[in-house]
């Protein structure tokens, strides 16, 4: 909940715009973390299956 709390201490549409920016890549690297690990989870069944 920092973000929530973060937020009106945002004085510009710059400031705002960055913290945009950086959200945006925190995301990216959250949805390659989550595609990563689905895959691995797909290994581990095929895994699981074959034994």
Same mark, same amino acid.
């Given at each position: 909940?920092a973000?929530? $709390? *973060?937020?009106p201490?945002? $004085? *510009?549409? =710059?400031?705002?715009?960055l913290?945009?920016?950086s959200f945006? =890549?925190h995301i990216?690297?959250l949805k +390659?973390l =989550? +595609? =990563?690990? +689905?895959? %691995?989870e797909?290994q581990a069944?095929? $895994?699981a $299956? %074959?034994?």
């Amino acid at each position: 909940m920092a973000i929530i $709390t *973060s937020l009106p201490n945002l $004085t *510009s549409t =710059r400031e705002l715009d960055l913290e945009i920016e950086s959200f945006q =890549r925190h995301i990216e690297k959250l949805k +390659a973390l =989550r +595609a =990563r690990l +689905a895959q %691995e989870e797909r290994q581990a069944g095929k $895994t699981a $299956t %074959e034994k």
